[in-house]
């Protein structure tokens, strides 16, 4: 199984950017297919972006043209690329990892989340 360690949320203004990190160890990165979720205060737990292990991308639809996933398989990373970002994008952000890829991904291992607050 492997571990994830998320980095990288903080506060910003609206229209701001903010990069989201996700280290991964004791398992072969390069086999998962890497997702990032958010939870907002009162709502559940949300699929922002996947990448497949082959590099295929899929964004929500409230993010596509803001939020860029990518992940580096060299470094066991994950990344999240949030430009643009409103209010609405405030949320606890989790990486997860798992096998599969859209409606058929099946995340096996989270992290511990990283808090993000866009403030108007």
């Known amino acids: 199984q492997v571990q994830l360690v998320e980095s990288g949320g903080g506060s910003v203004q609206t229209g701001g950017s903010l990069r989201l990190s996700c280290a991964a160890s004791?398992?072969?990165?390069?086999?998962?297919?890497m997702a990032w979720y958010r939870q907002a205060p009162g709502k559940q737990r949300e699929l922002v972006a996947q990448?497949?292990?082959?590099?295929?991308?899929g964004y929500a639809d409230s993010v596509k043209g803001r939020f860029t996933i990518s992940r580096d398989n060299a470094k066991n990373t994950l990344y999240l690329q949030m430009n643009s970002l409103k209010p609405e994008d405030t949320a606890d952000y989790y990486c997860?990892?798992?096998?599969?890829?859209?409606?058929?991904?099946?995340?096996?291992?989270w992290g511990q989340g990283t808090q993000v607050t866009v403030s108007s």
């Open positions: 990448i497949s292990n082959g590099g295929v991308t």
């Open positions: 004791g398992s072969i990165f390069i086999l998962y297919t």
């Open positions: 997860s990892a798992g096998l599969g890829y859209g409606v058929t991904y099946a995340a096996s291992s």
